[in-house]
């Protein structure tokens, strides 16, 4: 029998702690208000949502940036607070993953105080410390990678800001610790982990040098580092999880960018390492039929021997929103969650983008988040009166454009709205076997479409077709079935059925989803 992990096509529902829902006033989103909305989760039919950093953090990194692993930022709540949190979520079947930041912790974490004073100390070596900056590695953010640290006399390596100094993974006492704070929240029933930038983990002592590339960006070093010692970290991780009753799990921020290095992560059948890893392929495609065809192969090509599942991803806390991406269409927009919902894999939303949210306008004085990626971290309205569902004072950022129409109280009461779309296509999601468990098959269609087939090798199962035209005008598509489900809104007919040639006209960014026969292909 083929078993189907709830994770291998679950849909994950990312939720960025301060800006989803504020409880207490202080216009900083929390985990009370988290538990206060978990409904609209429900009722949107998502498997399991993720929480970015809810731990103690100075907030160098939005959070990313940890001084406690094993407790809670009071901004956010306390322990107590998560307990009720995990067991709302559990009691509305949603599972819930927590953000572990592995890489680096905060300056402000014990582990690095000590390390810092006491050159002789347990800490001495959790760090990578020298009397000189050891290679040419660049911070992902801009500036060298090396600090100087006039309490220790000495440099640390950073591979993001300089409050984020990176943890050598090489120490046993470093593994220890990192997994017992896996084993404290695995404990406390949490159901998986996405992993923060785990790629960069192992390192050779020797830190060397990296080649220059022939054209450098700011990320080069972290979209390019390999090293075998992750993946040996990575399969006693997948050891502790699998050592947990009730399929737990972990994702992998695995920052490279080809889909063939990044499968590497999920390790052998023999030999697993990661449960799912990001493919971001996605989330910097431009809006192009082609591109987006040449994605879902390359993923496709990568996963097929090693018979794992890909992850698509549109938007998230670190990119401007897809809908800002393609220019505000919310056509488009519609189109983007017809694909993401009938791909293949693990489909990751990023919280609001079921509302049709662009990214806000922050100016300089409220940036808070390094590179500026504070527009897609706007808070999320909930209603169509300010303020918008959250309690009290101004929102720490601004919020993003329309929201008296883009929040789940207007939406609720629009059938045609983008809000009723995603929970259509989850529901057709999860009833629909081959859209959850069939292969893809990529189609030929005519230029500025895109076609796919989902089916089971049962053949009493019913295949689908997915149909997208990216294209500003009608595109004829071939057609032999029942539409089940399309992108516009339904008085706007995006998808019209042409009987006597037995073929679809498609509007302009317009998306639809066919019940079998599968469509002949052209010539
Ligand atoms: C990941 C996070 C990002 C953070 C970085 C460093 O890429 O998604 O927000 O800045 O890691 O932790």
Known sequence: MVCHPWWRGGVFYQIYPRSFCDSNGDGIGDLEGVRSRLDHLAWLGVDALWLSPVFPSPGADGGYDVSHYCDIDPVFGDIAAFDRLVAAAHARGLRVLLDWVPNHTSVQHPWFHSSRRDPDGPHANWYWWADKPLNNWSSAFGGPAWTYDEARGQYYLHLFTAAQPDLNWNEPGVQDAMFDTLRFWLDRGVDGFRADVVHLVGRDPALKDVAPRAEPGLN???????????????????????????????????????????????????????????????LEAPWDAEVWRACIAGAEIAHAPVETSPTWVLSSHDASRHRTRYGGSEAAARVAAVLLLTLRGAAFLYAGEELGLQDATVGRERSRAPLGRDPSRAPIPWTIEEPHGWTGSQSWLPWPPDPGCHNPQALRRERGGILWLYRRLLELRRTTPALAHGDLELLDSPPGTLAYRRSLPRATETAVTVVANFASTHRLVPYDGAVLLESSAPDRRGALVQPSTRQLLLAPFTAAVMREPMPHRPG
Not at 250 to 257: A, D, K, N, Q, T
């Open 220 to 282: 080069d070093l972290v979209n390019s580092y390999r090293d075998p010692r992750t993946h040996e970290v990575l399969r006693k991780v997948r050891g502790l999880l699998d050592s947990y009753p009730g399929e737990r799990m972990m994702i992998g921020e695995v920052s490279l960018e080809e889909s063939a290095d990044v499968v590497t992560y999920l390790g052998t059948s023999e030999d697993p390492e990661l449960h799912l890893a990001f493919d971001f392929s996605l």
